[in-house]
């Protein structure tokens, strides 16, 4: 799959010079490349933390032409290297990048007039959380801190230089630490804050109550959320302890359908059943199928707070129907460049008779045979239209069978829900 987009594992100052005048194809390309290592990867972890921490350092690929040019390389050499890392490095890491410098201003920023907006979504978004007790203070006394670096296409491909006449000298006080900050050492500072803030007991929290939301329920258990952030602080910020004590808890193995997919975590589902291995093509079968998306394309939120991840947020008519119809299309072969089987799957078992549709539907969509709800719920929708019994085999009734059960388990709560 790398294979099939070469100049984006290239360093972001030799990618622009790859592409040519085609820098403008970049922001679809790392969504179609996003979407073909989730669908087709067998590295679900990887992928999945890779996708969390994506949405909790939200970038939007298409904001300008410093994040499209350096965002490959962001997600590359700082998401999917520290994604199962320790979380101080990861935080360093996407702090000294270019792409989060630029997207937050970081890279403007002196002392005669320091930007405050990373400041603020370091606190707010990245660490401690908006509870944690900051104050308006901390946030203007942490952009004076982190002054003086620059980003410049034109200079060095977009890697990023500090400026030392432009940062703010002297000790400055954040949450109660006092970082004397004696000289005009920009690599040095920047290091020391994101450390100090990625070992404090409200990241810890933070971050354990956003993993457990999102691998549990919008309502998480808090002492699942206390056992995490205690294996966090313990493991000295490495985030594989904490999912292991996510993954292992009793919480976790009684939350089976309790969390809604959003509409990009359904659409890679429906994909890994219905189209479970690659196509041929890779890049133009993962652009054939970015198109689809009807919702939620990666790395497209426009603010830096990142995709919602509670149902309420995505539960409308409109969203609902859109992923239907989505899901219609791929039951048809729909695009096939994209390696969708559509109902072929289920033919291979030749159904003859609605009961055996419904098993043979479920055991590709649900992976398992149908409950006894499903399977009267797909030969009550068979039995309503004109299709008859005995189904012939290889025949376009057979067909259609197949693709209303298969549509009618796709929008059932077992699909709906993980």
């Known amino acids: 799959m790398l294979a099939a987009w070469p100049a984006y594992t290239r360093p972001y100052p030799e990618l622009e010079a790859a592409l040519g005048d085609e820098t403008w194809r970049i922001p679809k390309q790392v969504q179609a490349r996003s979407l073909a290592r989730a669908a087709w990867s067998s590295r679900q972890v990887l992928e999945v933390m890779t996708q969390f921490w994506a949405n909790h350092f939200n970038i ?38 270019p792409a989060m410098m630029t997207f937050l201003n970081l890279a403007w920023s002196n002392k005669g007039n320091p930007n405050e907006n990373y400041a603020r979504e370091l606190l707010e978004l990245h660490t401690v959380g908006v509870t944690g007790g900051y104050t308006e203070t901390d946030v203007k006394e942490l952009a004076k801190l982190l002054t003086g670096w620059r980003v410049d296409g034109d ?27 004696p000289s005009a050492n920009g690599q040095a500072i920047l290091a020391e804050v994101t ?63 309790a969390k809604i997919r959003r509409p990009y975590e359904r659409f890679v589902a429906t994909l890994r059943l219905i189209a479970p291995q690659r196509p041929a093509n890779i890049e133009d079968g993962a652009n054939r199928l970015i198109d689809k998306l009807p919702a939620q394309s990666p790395h497209e939120w426009p603010t830096p707070d990142g995709y919602p991840d509670f149902a309420a947020a995505w539960l409308s008519a409109g969203t609902a129907l859109d992923l239907f119809n989505v899901g219609a299309d791929f039951l048809r072969g729909i695009p096939s460049e994209g390696g969708v089987l559509g109902v072929r799957q289920i033919l291979t078992a030749n159904p003859t008779t609605f009961d055996a549709v419904a098993t043979a539907a479920a055991q590709i969509i649900l992976l398992r045979d149908p409950t006894a709800q499903e399977r009267a719920a797909v030969v009550a929708l068979l039995a309503a239209t004109r ?18 059960a298969a549509a009618l388990l796709l929008a059932s709560p077992a699909h709906l829900t993980r």
Do not use: C, W
């Open 155 to 181: 200079r060095n491909g977009y890697t990023p230089y500090f400026e030392p006449n432009a940062h703010h000298v002297g000790p400055i006080t954040v949450m109660g630490r006092t970082f004397a900050n």
């Open 195 to 257: 450390g100090y803030f990625a070992r404090r007991p409200e990241t810890a929290r933070y971050l354990s109550l956003k993993l457990a939301r999102h691998f549990v329920s919008d309502e998480p258990p808090a002492a699942l959320v206390d056992r995490m952030a205690a294996a966090y602080l313990a493991a000295d910020t490495a985030i594989a302890p904490v999912l292991r004590t996510l993954f292992l808890s009793p919480e976790f193995a009684a939350s089976s359908g």
């Open 60 to 97: 939007n690929v298409y904001s300008e032409e410093f994040a499209e040019t350096t965002f490959p390389d962001f997600e590359n050499n700082v998401l999917r290297r520290y994604a199962l890392g320790t979380f101080s490095d990861l935080l360093t890491a996407t702090a000294a990048h």
């Open 387 to 404: 299709l008859t019994q005995p189904l012939a085999a290889n025949s376009t009734q057979q067909r259609q069978a197949s693709e209303f």
